[in-house]
């Protein structure tokens, strides 16, 4: 196993740093070798696991979603969910994590649908001025970077902490789990699971989702271990998957089996970032397959994520771990916020 | 100047947790004693820069923001600024000052003048859903806790580099200057200089701005050296400003001298954040005194920032120096951002 | 009777003619001539009516908007409400009184609160284009000339009809009685009731506000009577109140008493237009007192009107009536639509 | 020609009637006959009309657009341009044409991009209370009903009057030509041209535009002559043309022909309606054929129109004259405004 680390992670950074190279396209070029498939490296998992490589059952996918939710595990009025795993030891650990100095920022270019310019002249003779600029967007959906509070979705079991959503929210915003229970900001130590380069593809493909288990080996094979409180990034080649040609977003879509979400409950995730969503269809009839950890188990959602670049830097650096920060916006009664969260290395 | 800065710092230590404890409107309480007064602390202070205790002329001042611009500095295209100083060995000696893992959020609570709600219901029978909200805002102003891109002021020279406004700027936005030259994240060490705290008073009045000199006198008393890169953040108390019934604003107004733009450049401070702005009015004649730093220097302006938390925790914690962390949205053509600035000790 | 409205209405020409020559605030200007007051012309009053000239009791109020309701009246699914008053031969009527062709505004200038200009160049070499603007505005309030739709208040018997607004209002807008059900436009027979010109003051006070029996008293003073489906205009002076420095808005302010709701119903009036709204405070515990029309009634309200100028037309016209055309936008679901009325004599 | 007519419209208005009652889709309906052909009328037009008949020169169009301009015509500050052709006795004419009352509304249902809900609960237990909503939108484009102001287009020569759009539009807004021009709505005589209906053709389509000297013809057709101070508007099966699956927008699109605006300068119409707009491409270079008479000529522009349900009223009244009125909304320093113009026979 030490060694097959590796030798992925080499190959990993030669090929990573020669497509910085040889193409101006770079955001969309595979950072991993071929050469290491699946097979090589699942090849050294033990029986116990490979009994879990099979898709649940629906009694089971629902036991994960009723039984093992985090509802009252910080209390029961706790609006900050598995954000409270990110204790200031855990922080302090992602500082002292920094090697290099090199920030990559995780945010897809942010084009607000309204952005309006207003100009006003000043001063002598007006000759002096300044400009301002009205920014209006809805920013969740499938486009803008973006973290999802605790009370932006529910189920017949209710929002997080079970609370009712037709209690919590109104046409004023959400009374409860809004995105200012992470106001002090979300700096913890983060994890790349680099998918398209563990396959050898380019992006993962709609017959083909990700599955929890798969997770487990592409960590292995990446030789980081998930530990409570790490924000966990997800690439699955969404750039790559849109220059392609494919449209993400209505209908069947690549993306996490709900498989992942027994992986990021069990690891105790406290963010999980993508590029790609919750796989659809899902055969368990569930409205967010992988979405649910929302409001089941308290974990914020970092939607529409740029993990190319990310990957890219982690293969050169010849780390899957860095620090991570992502600083939502303090917005009063907000059920998330835009933001452009920063891997250092 | 040992001595008395160690005394300075245990007092405003002591004052500040006692603060906390005793009063639930901490966040205008006085965090330093009053009685370590500038006169002590200036008495160690040589000839030289007593001369330079005095209001500057006409001249000087135009001179600082002529010939000591840094237009093409880092090269005449260069879009940066001074932020060019926060070097990758820069932020990691940021992360590697983090000792405690306290984090400190800088901002305020942002209330978008449009924030709006939806709902949206989905399968069973209704009872799953999730709820979006629109923000819309200018944040440019007074009020909200935004970074300004270097873009956002010009004067009779020009914008940044000399560049012409009417050129550069059309209602598509900004073109040149604008903040996705930041969207790597603005994370370097940060420097508190308490001026409530030093003067012994609870905000800084209308009749007596901050001056350049005293900013040297205050991070003498508090022990620190201003290094290039440096995000400087200046407190004049503006929450306990406004919560004795004053209105920031309009008019006349307290707050930093154009001296201190000398200070800022001095230093090669990179980003300069605070809770009150430029005071007016300013006998120069210049449109923007202190704004000036941002077209005339490069540097970063964080406006309407959350300072008071930020005094206490450092009177705390004994230490005017934390890992600064601004994420700026990745706006393509924004003349700012609305922000989060996170410290962290 | 007919020689006091003659000899009112030529005082009112007379004066209103010399108030536009003599004065560049002419819409401040009293159009009435003082000499003509409440006595004289209540002078004729039967006693029956003498009878009605009191305030009413609580039970009566409560009759008004109970027994009197118009719910079921032109269906039970009905959602035009009053404005069904409003018959093809009640607009032909309107249009063959038209006499001059003269035609007068009812709407104060509008400007949105988000308004921002978005510049095209097009074809030869860019000195073609075009440019566009973005609005962006709530227009309900106390400053926006608008229309209410009759989903815009409820009472606890509930919305227009009875009917539930937690099961006809959602965040996607309103699902029952919105403006729509007046697409086909508002066109009918005009009648001002000039409250200032009668009183011989500039404006309506907080300390009298207006009652149902002094409407009947203008009418009669000017020769107008109310028919099935008029559009009832009643000036009561707001520009000259706000020019004197008074806001209006807030707290108490002047207005239309309860009774007017009254006078409402027994006339059958389609749709109120008003410059002030419903007096405050009432002494019936209503929380809508005149607005209250919306609901029971099925009258549409027609908030912020202008009506100086119109004041200063009927008076030189020697005429209060008019063609009235109001024309709201058709938004899906809106609850209301702001508007440029027009009055053509 | 008379008796041309006669059958003309005998045969619109039965086959307008059938189609109401036999078709849910009404809208898209022919209501004319295709037995009446352009062959039949055109058959009766004169050989000086038969030498127009032809695909004007570059020359001739330019001399269009430059000669005949209309700047100064009504004084060199004029803002209202051909609205002035609409008089006071226009107006009284108009009103004076209804006969039965119907009402016709001209808009397209209107979604405004941003419309949002905001309930406010008040008074009695919470059980009384209201809604409102915010609208935001640009309303100029291919989809809103809407009004053209004069400032809204220009080319090499300038805007309006040969004003310069570089001097009379920033940031704020229009200075000079905006919407307020026309605040006193513009209410006048009339006249629908129905191409659909002459053409026996569901819809204009991109390889057959609309010619002047078609509109001509099926004036002559419908028996209504243009007169000065007429709003005019053309169908062109627009509804139609969407529901057969066509795309109306982007690059080449069916509409007007740029001969049509001399057939609107022949006639000094006031304001043109349509549903389709300038055909494209168009040969002459020009950035905008037709909506060209609204900087040249100072013609008011009602752009995306509904005009299915008119053409359907005026084959039932057998009348294609009919009192028109928009009453754009009196925004400061706008481009337009949206619009729900009422046609009334």
């Known amino acids: 196993m030490a060694s097959t680390r590796r030798r992925f992670l080499l190959k990993a950074a ?3 740093g020669a497509a910085i190279g040889s193409s101006t396209k770079w955001k969309f070029t595979r950072t991993y070798s071929s050469t290491v498939t699946a097979a090589e490296v699942t090849g050294s998992t033990s029986a116990l696991q490979n ?4 898709v649940p059952t629906q009694p089971e996918v629902e036991e994960w979603y009723t039984d093992r939710r985090n509802w009252a595990r910080w209390g029961s009025d706790d609006q900050r969910g598995a954000i409270n795993l990110i204790t200031p ?5 992602a500082a002292a994590s920094v090697r290099s100095g090199r920030t990559v920022s995780l945010s897809r270019v942010f084009e607000p649908t309204q952005q309006f310019i207003r100009k006003n002249d000043r001063g002598r003779g007006g000759q002096a001025g300044s400009v301002v600029d009205y920014y209006g967007f809805i920013y969740h959906g499938q486009t803008v970077t973006h973290i999802d509070a605790l009370c932006h979705m529910w189920d017949v079991d209710g929002m997080w902490q079970g609370r009712d959503p037709s209690i919590e929210i109104d046409t004023q915003g959400a009374h409860f789990g809004d995105i200012t229970a992470w106001s002090d900001g979300i700096i913890t130590r983060g994890v790349l699971l680099d998918v398209p380069g563990y396959r050898g593809e380019p992006f993962v493909t709609t017959d083909r989702p990700v599955h929890g288990w798969e997770l487990e080996d592409i960590a292995r094979a990446e030789g980081v271990d998930l530990q409570p409180g790490d924000a966990l ?8 998957f849109e220059q392609a040609g494919n449209t993400f977003g209505g209908g069947d879509r690549p993306g996490l089996h709900v498989s992942c979400a027994k992986f990021i409950r069990d690891h105790d ?5 993508w590029d790609m969503m919750d796989a659809r269809p899902n055969d368990y009839g569930l409205p967010f397959p992988v979405h649910g950890v929302l409001f089941n188990y308290g974990v914020a959602l970092l939607d529409n994520a740029l993990l190319e670049p990310l990957a890219v830097a982690c293969a050169e650096e010849s780390r899957y771990e860095f620090m991570f920060m992502a600083l939502p916006l303090k917005v009063a009664r907000g059920t998330g916020s835009p933001a452009n969260p ?3 290395f």
Not at 269 to 273: D, I, K, R, S
Request: proline share 0%; no cysteine.
């Open 14 to 16: 030669a090929i990573g």
């Open 51 to 54: 009994q879990e490589r099979r």
């Open 89 to 93: 030891d855990k922080r302090m650990a």
């Open 233 to 240: 990034m997800v690439h699955s080649g969404r750039g790559a």
């Open 269 to 273: 995730v406290a963010l999980l970032g």
């Open 342 to 344: 920063i891997a250092m």
